[in-house]
């Protein structure tokens, strides 16, 4: 009888924020104006399944544009990247990484996400998918991350991937606090491979924010049941409505959850008082022109070494190196 691959189970280290961590971190977001918690704060268990179902809509492009430009460029995003360990920021499903696996080869690949159970899920998938490949999932706010973990497979040079646009969940001088993060966490021998989402024509902006089939909507209150879970809430969610538009003098799409009425709210210990139509942020989403993100990354400490973009030029891929690093004379842009 042939002998079957031994498939090895994934390894997981949890890092998740510590229930006073995210009691300090809402009480904040709750003191601002207007009132804005963490984004990534949506993604518990339910929240990931939901995005996912977001994903799939058809008024949310982005996924489908990013994953088709991946799978079309991966050899030469691969060359690019060249060899190392592969270290994705924000992985989610992981759903878009497979063809830099297939052609990277890396010495391991390394997940970095909020929610341990969808983690898990998605490491496990990806590791029937790639089996010869070693796979670590790392549960945490990759925001707020000193370090990574003492690990063997992360003593290799480290290759950054960071997908999906979700640098735009931030504000510009967020952003730039978080390439900074990324700079510090891959090393100076690194390189990352980040999606950018475009500006684009509003109807089509705010359509993908406000999906038909109402996940999106979906997605943003279940904040509320995972405050009420976690933070001895009382949230009632018919008390609100989703809305998302666009605000282009910041070049973004706001979402947030609406107050329908004057109430009150009692959280992590406090009340609350909204007011009518007053709205609780849930996510910006800010789009970057080509020459606006390359900008933002020079403000980082990054240079940017080559960008590949979808037929309509709607989305951008843009390789990044740390901009004090001596290495071989740059790539093409563009």
């Known amino acids: 009888m042939a002998s079957r691959l031994t498939i090895p189970a994934p390894q997981l280290i949890d890092l998740h924020p510590a229930a006073a961590d995210l009691r300090r971190l809402v009480v904040a977001g709750m003191e601002r104006q207007p009132r804005q918690l963490p984004a990534w704060l949506l993604y518990d268990d339910r929240g990931s399944q939901l995005f ?15 994953t088709a430009l991946l799978l079309q460029r991966a050899p030469e995003l691969a060359e690019a990247l060249g060899t190392g360990t592969l270290v994705e920021f924000g992985a989610g499903s992981a759903r878009k990484v497979s063809p830099l696996l297939q052609e990277l080869d890396p010495h391991a690949y390394v997940a970095l996400d909020i929610s341990a159970a969808h983690l898990r899920q998605a490491c496990r998938a990806l590791q029937q998918r790639h089996p010869t490949i070693p796979i670590l999932g790392i549960c945490c706010d990759y925001s707020q991350l000193d370090e990574l973990p003492a690990h063997p497979w992360l003593e290799r040079r480290r290759l950054g991937f960071y997908p999906g646009s979700s640098i735009g969940n931030f504000t510009p001088d967020e952003a730039v606090a978080l390439l900074r993060q990324f700079l510090k966490l891959l090393g100076p021998d690194s390189r990352l491979l980040i999606g950018i989402d475009q500006p684009k024509a509003v109807q089509r902006l705010e359509a993908a924010y406000n999906d038909r089939a109402g996940w999106s909507a979906a997605f943003a209150l279940n904040l509320l049941s995972r405050l009420n879970r976690d933070l001895e809430g009382d949230f009632r969610p018919e008390s609100f409505h989703y809305r998302a538009w666009w605000q282009p003098e910041a070049s973004r799409i706001a979402m947030a959850l609406i107050s329908r009425e004057p109430q009150t709210v009692i959280l992590a210990g406090q009340r609350w008082m909204f007011a009518a139509d007053e709205p609780l942020i849930t996510e910006y989403s800010v789009k970057y022109t080509p020459d606006a993100f390359r900008e933002l990354a020079r403000r980082a400490g990054w240079r940017s070494l080559r960008r590949w973009s ?9 390789l990044l190196e740390p901009a004090e690093r001596v290495s071989e004379p740059d790539l093409q842009p563009d």
């Not at 996912?52 to 990013?66: N, S």
């Open 52 to 66: 996912d179902a977001i994903c799939e809509q058809p008024e949310y492009g982005l996924t489908r544009t990013e």
């Open 310 to 318: 979808d037929g309509d030029d709607d989305l951008s891929l843009h």
